[in-house]
């Protein structure tokens, strides 16, 4: 025996009466191979006025040998003769040079180093007409997001024939891949992926599309999702003796995500620690105050967006002191000082405020009266003389500014619209707030213009003063854009189980979901997209979508997949069903055998189709004058009386039904099982019981006054029940009793459980001994006094008039209470409640009030 692929030298010799003679052997090795089987199955991928690409898949055996090439014949419609038109080592080729209009038959054959396979044709002949079409680009969105570290996954379906060659660029220049960035292209769609995506990879990317008809391209916007840079063009606008106004331009990258705020800090030039002034500010400017005068400080900002905050950069020291803008020219004469004037704006007389000259070029009014406006002036002295005074200064109220609004944030924002909120200044000026002004500014050289033109009343601002405050903080940048959520699938606790329905029930699957812009819905089954259709129904609104199966069958089992779709990215979840149905017929042929004059037997295999549960047992019927048989268990073999040769038919008796063994039900429980159960308080507890008997018994559960099927969730199997209650109350302690029962007898179980709970309501309230200004209140036990004795009672009384109630005692351990000084003729309503070790119970109180009047 040779073995296929092996090389093999072979030799013979000759053998008379004398023996053997010398061999002769082959010069050269022999490989065991033979020609190949015909290539597989053949495909046209495309037709042009022209041409025709056909592809075809590998043979099922090479023969042994490697297929060398395959050679691909045509010929046309009305010809006898086959023409090879290419020889090809590849698995397609495209034909040209066919005559438009005209209809062709094409086969191929496999080559190997023996030959030649027999050809495989195509089925069906081709028309040779124009079917190109050029590129169409059809994308959900030409906006993609990404945090910074995940991968991006840029998909472009498209369609084209032939199909086109796809082109790449990043920001105008040709995409260069990298280990990173990598292009993927398939005749329906083109692939970029970006692994670890960073900033370098924010930008605007363009596909183009070329074939021989046309070409098109779309544009791509790619963001990425990081910290931002750190502010820029930083600026010490004004400095003084207690305060200092800082300003700066916000970064020149974002992030990828709006500035929410920034965070500034102060350090003296002596200390190398940093401590925060305000981590909230929103706009681009502060004014930090409580500085001590002639210290040397430096501040430092950083920008913050809701994926981290940039780093810190640092402003130039500068000293906490007042500032002055000497005169232009001091007369030849260094200056000694100033002098400063001021005048009430209804005044045309100026009042002089310092003796001596001031040196320094800030001085501090205190001789001011609140609510009045003043101008200031200011002239400089030297050795020559006072020199003349400044233009007077803008008025100015001598009373505190309000403080700016707080938190200033943005609550919503949609492509034509920001909704803002903020809350009041913590210091109103000593004035009542009268309104609110809003301002935005566009970026990035705009100036602030006034959104509202009346004042806002509900929540920079002005007072009854009409003074304004200093601006909010701003809001940072705001793009007004559709804000992007990630889509989000909130499915309830059962539907993470397998979902479990009868056949002929509504199948209904329910899901609450979210997102911005609002996720496009996808229902798929076992991972094809079903849609409204016959018995389907889906509904899908902008938080909540299901899917309805009317009168489910068999076959609406399976994996349904919900999937969201949007800017914000794609998200899907799995949910179960399953739909349980009558079995199918029982596997055949159904088998006679042991035939014979008085019995035969019958066998047969479990059904093809369960119906998706267990086979409990089988159903035999018989054709007259065979018997009819119930309750044989499956695989078993049956009895059955038949006719005795050709005589006469026997009388037919009486149905007979081929049963199990039978065995009395029965519990089996340890001694543990049978010891009450102890319930906290509004916790669950489940009772299980595990029992035997043949046939397998009924069980029902019960409990005084309650329907256990509506307060418990019960289950049962061949071997084992078990009720399971939720959020126990002192309702539910008391005996839980099981019961069994089949053709072999009947059995049952009484199981405690005791609750946990305060007591319930005491009984039998009555008021007796009532007199003028007394009364004696007495009582009952509760019927249920939760989990322990009750220790004391609460005993209230309320009068008529008035909806409250007074406590007269909580040490009551008696059953009665006598209550004095209550005022004659008044009505009073009493109250009792009963408490233990686990807290207080119901109140009961009286139905109708008891009237103070002396005995007759």
């Known amino acids: 025996m040779t073995q296929e692929r092996c090389f093999y030298y072979f030799r013979v010799l000759a053998v008379n009466e004398f023996g053997a003679g ?63 038109c290419s020889e090809s080592k590849a698995l397609e080729v495209t034909v040209n040079g066919l ?72 920001d105008g220049n040709m995409l260069k891949e990298t280990s990173r960035v990598n292009v993927c292209t398939s005749d329906t769609s083109s692939q970029i992926i970006i692994k670890d995506a960073a900033r370098v990879d924010v930008g605007v990317y363009e596909v183009t599309l070329t074939n021989s008809v046309g070409s098109t391209s779309a ?13 820029s063009d930083l600026s010490v606008d004004e400095v003084s003796a207690d305060f200092v106004s800082l300003s700066w331009q916000p970064p020149h990258y974002t992030g990828g995500s709006p500035i929410s705020n920034y965070v500034v800090k102060k350090r003296d030039m002596g200390s190398t620690i940093w401590q925060t002034v305000s981590a909230t500010v929103a706009r681009t400017s502060i004014k930090i105050s409580r500085l001590t005068q002639g210290t040397e400080y430096q501040f430092c900002i950083a920008a913050e967006n809701r994926y981290g905050t940039s780093q810190f950069v640092e402003f130039e020291p500068v000293v906490a002191q007042y500032p002055f803008n000497k005169p232009d020219s001091d007369g030849g004469s260094p200056i000694i000082g100033y002098h400063i004037e001021c005048k009430d704006q209804s005044s045309i007389l100026w009042t002089k405020l310092n003796r001596s000259p001031v040196t320094e070029d800030q001085f501090k009014v205190t ?29 100015v109220a001598a009373r505190d500014q309000c403080d700016p609004p707080r938190n200033l944030t943005v609550t919503n924002i949609t492509n034509s619209s920001v909704s803002l909120s903020w809350d009041k200044p913590e210091y109103d000026g000593g004035a009542k707030i009268t309104g609110y002004i809003v301002e935005r500014k566009e970026l990035p050289d705009s100036c602030w213009l006034k959104c509202n033109f009346t004042n806002l009343l509900d929540t920079f601002l002005e007072n009854s003063a009409e003074l304004f405050s200093a601006p909010s903080e701003t809001t940072g940048p705001v793009t007004v854009q559709h804000d992007v959520e990630p889509p989000r699938i909130i499915l309830e606790d059962k539907f993470r189980q397998v979902v479990i329905v009868k056949a002929g ?60 779709q949007s800017t914000g990215g794609t998200t899907s979840k799995a949910i179960t069903c399953k739909v349980l149905d009558k079995p199918g017929p029982p596997a055949g042929p159904l088998e006679v055998s042991g035939l014979s004059a008085e019995k035969c037997t019958l066998s047969w295999g479990p059904p093809h189709e369960t119906g998706g549960a267990e086979i409990i047992q089988s159903m035999i019927y018989e054709s007259k004058p065979l018997v009819c048989m119930r309750d044989v268990s499956m695989n078993s073999e049956s009895l059955l009386r038949m006719l005795q040769g050709i005589s006469e038919p026997s009388p037919e008796t009486d149905p007979q039904v081929a049963i199990e063994r039978e065995e009395e039900p029965r519990f089996d429980i340890s001694t543990e099982m049978r010891k009450t159960l102890l319930v906290k308080d509004g916790s669950s507890f489940t009772l299980t019981v595990p029992f035997t008997g043949k ?13 256990l099927r509506v307060r418990g969730l019960i289950n049962t199997t061949s071997s084992c029940t078990s009720i399971t209650v939720e959020r126990a109350t002192r309702d539910d302690s008391g005996k839980y009793i099981v019961k069994l029962q089949n053709v072999a007898g009947s059995a049952s179980l009484t199981l405690s459980v005791r609750v946990l709970d305060s007591p319930g309501p005491p009984t039998h309230i009555t008021v007796k001994d009532v007199t003028k200004n007394s009364a004696t209140v007495s009582w009952d036990i509760p019927e249920n006094e939760g989990g322990g004795p009750v220790k004391h009672y609460l005993v209230d009384i309320r009068d008529i008039s008035r909806k409250g109630w007074t406590r007269l005692t909580d040490k009551c351990r008696r059953l009665s209470y006598k209550v004095s000084d209550l005022e004659e003729g008044g009505i009073y309503f009493f109250r009792i409640t009963g408490e233990n070790e686990y807290g207080i119970g119901v109140a009961a109180e009286t139905k109708e009030g008891t009237k103070m009047k002396g005995m007759i």
């Not at 023969?63 to 090879?84: L, R």
């Not at 544009?219 to 502010?231: A, K, L, Q, S």
Request: charged share 25%; aromatic share 6%; hydrophobic share 35%.
């Open 22 to 84: 010398v061999p002769a052997e082959t010069i050269e090795a022999v490989k065991v191979s033979e020609a190949p089987l015909p290539p597989g199955k053949i495909t046209l991928n495309d037709v042009t006025c022209n041409s025709a690409r056909l592809s075809w898949e590998k043979p099922d055996h090479d023969g042994g040998s490697k297929i060398t090439c395959y050679i691909v014949e045509m010929q046309a419609k009305g010809d006898d003769t086959w023409t090879i």
């Open 99 to 170: 005559t438009k209009g005209k209809e062709y038959f094409f086969r191929v054959s496999a080559v190997n180093e023996k030959g030649k396979s027999e050809p495989k044709s195509l089925l069906a002949p081709v028309i040779v007409k124009d079917t190109s079409a050029e590129p169409i680009i059809t994308l959900l969105s030409n906006a993609f997001s990404v945090k910074a570290g995940n991968d991006l996954k840029i998909d472009v379906p498209f369609r084209g024939t032939p199909p086109p060659t796809a082109a790449w660029k990043k």
């Open 219 to 231: 544009e791509i916007y790619v963001n990425v999702f990081e910290r931002p840079g750190p502010p």
């Open 367 to 395: 001789s001011v009266e609140e609510g009045l406006i003043y101008e200031f002036r200011v002239c400089a002295e030297n050795m020559a003389g006072i020199g003349p005074c400044s233009n007077a200064s803008d008025p």
């Open 505 to 564: 029930d509504l199948l209904r699957l329910d899901a609450d979901i979210s997102g911005r812009p609002n996720p496009t819905v996808f229902w798929l089954k076992n991972g094809r997209h079903i849609g409204t259709k016959g018995r389907i129904e889906i509904t899908a609104t902008k938080t909540h979508t299901s899917l309805l199966i009317r009168e489910s069958v068999r076959k609406d089992s399976g994996q349904y997949t919900l999937t969201l």
């Open 695 to 707: 046939p397998v018994p009924s069980v029902s559960w019960d409990k005084a006054d309650v329907d």
